[in-house]
């Protein structure tokens, strides 16, 4: 490629060509990214799944630096996502670079965004290079977890940090759907409109172009297929495209059940060792999360079943199963994201599931630091007086085992506070904690 194609390029993509669209703000990841990049030199990575608004936060964090009399030719942005880009490895980085520097000729230490770096083989190097010669500031994006810090962490190793992006918590859902929540008095007034997004977000999930668009099952398919191909049969090389795909369709028709890499092999007949190597594949990219059950002994959490849960729900009614028979699922694996997006922001806390030997199970248990702080459970209908006693009693000896004096039940709209010898259980609609969970 020569000089002329790869600035035209490069002018698409970035502001000093003129204003560029930076979609919905992201105040929480915006605000977390820039007190990652003003409060230190090292490079920082920003991992998330493929259409989760990597980009897009990556953008924002552009327009506020030039809103902060950064000049807009001391900011580069680079999407290596885009077709036009022919050869993908450290030689393009370097061109690009140079290209940037003649053309533009920033006046001092240049902020460098690079979108979807894993595309670049050998990208760490010349990242490694730029960041010791002092010559930018650096943020990469990439959709894959394990490999993007595998990769880094042997080259620079306590020299980066990590901003984790996930698709729209509910609170920024409402957000994007102009529905805005300061206080207590603005959830009682919209409470009905609130409840109705609440049914669009669980069944279409919350990817940020699937909640703007008309057509979200062709979105959400799409996006399917670009996970499989790009993220999955190209980065790691699989040749078995049909047991992939029937362990990516069993898993989100799943959510939220208790399995093992043995049993879904002969379920799916395909060998264990395999399911379990795909499954690390699909964690990598963020398509699921594997719950351990809690216990004081390591070797008895590896040995147990896990809970799998999927990276959106929409996801899980687009390609697994349908929302109308799974609606408790998939409200358990909403309340998993949320204590994953909690997680993200304190790194300390530690989620797990809990189940005695009469086969008694809470969903959640949140240990933070040395000691379990919270147990959730949640029961979609509790209208039932067997499975209000049920889960109930499964919390109680939960409760009495962990130590744990307050514990929680999500629900589809119970509300109440029970007191259980000494226990406090409060039940709570899962719209409701959400928006308590996310928007305090």
């Known amino acids: 490629m020569d000089k002329k194609e790869i600035f035209d390029i490069l002018d698409s993509w970035n502001e000093w060509a003129g204003p560029k669209d930076i979609g919905l703000m992201r105040n929480s990841y915006v605000d977390r990214l820039e007190g990652l990049i003003q409060g230190s030199n090292q490079v920082i990575t920003i991992t998330g799944p493929r259409r989760a608004g990597k980009s897009y936060i990556m953008r924002q964090m552009g327009r506020l630096l030039a809103e902060n009399e950064i000049k807009k030719e001391n900011i580069l942005f680079v999407n290596f996502d885009d077709p036009r880009f022919l050869s993908l490895d450290t030689k393009l980085l370097i061109q690009i670079?140079?290209?940037?520097r003649e053309f533009m000729s920033p006046t001092d230490t240049p902020y460098i965004f690079l979108d979807e770096v894993q595309e670049i083989y050998e990208w760490e190097k010349w990242v490694r290079m730029m960041h010791e010669l002092k010559k930018a500031k650096i943020i990469v994006s990439g959709s894959n977890a394990h490999l993007l810090s595998r990769e880094l962490?042997?080259?620079l190793t306590g020299r980066h940090l990590d901003l984790n992006v996930f698709p729209l918590s509910f609170t920024e859902y409402l957000m994007f759907n102009n529905i805005e929540i300061k206080t207590s008095l603005d959830i009682d007034r919209k409470k009905t409109e609130i409840m109705g997004f609440f049914r669009k977000y669980m069944e279409n999930g919350s990817f940020p172009e699937v909640t703007l668009s008309d057509k979200k099952t062709e979105i959400l398919l799409n996006?399917?297929?670009?996970?499989?191909?790009?993220?999955?049969?190209k980065r790691f090389r699989i040749r078995k495209t049909n047991a992939m795909k029937a362990l990516i369709k069993y898993y989100l028709s799943n959510a939220g059940n208790l399995m093992t890499f043995s049993s879904i092999g002969k379920y799916l007949e395909i060998t264990s060792d395999t399911i379990e190597k795909f499954s690390g594949y699909l964690e990598d990219v963020y398509l699921i999360f594997q719950l351990k059950r809690f216990s004081f002994k390591v070797k008895e959490q590896e040995k147990s079943p896990r809970k799998i849960y999927a990276i959106d729900t929409g996801l899980c009614n687009a390609v697994g199963f349908r929302f109308s028979?799974?609606?408790?699922?998939?409200?358990?694996n909403i309340v998993y994201l949320a204590l994953k997006r909690k997680q993200i922001v304190s790194p300390q806390i530690e989620l797990f599931y809990w189940k005695d030997v009469q086969h008694r199970e809470v969903d959640f248990v949140i240990k933070d630091g040395l000691g379990v702080t919270n147990l959730i459970q949640?029961?979609?209908?509790m209208r039932d007086e067997k499975t209000k006693t049920r889960e109930l009693r499964s919390l109680q000896k939960a409760m009495k085992e962990l130590k744990v004096k307050n514990a929680l039940i999500i629900t589809e709209d119970a509300e109440e506070e029970k007191k259980l010898n000494g226990f406090t259980v409060k039940t709570v609609p899962l719209w409701k904690w959400l928006l308590t969970e996310e928007g305090g």
């Not at 670079?97 to 940037?100: L, T």
């Not at 399917?224 to 049969?233: E, R, S, Y």
């Not at 949640?378 to 209908?381: D, I, L």
């Open 153 to 155: 962490g042997t080259l």
């Open 378 to 381: 949640v029961c979609w209908n």
């Open 325 to 332: 028979e799974n609606i408790g699922r998939l409200a358990e």
């Open 97 to 100: 670079y140079d290209i940037y």
């Open 223 to 233: 996006y399917f297929d670009d996970l499989l191909t790009k993220d999955l049969m």
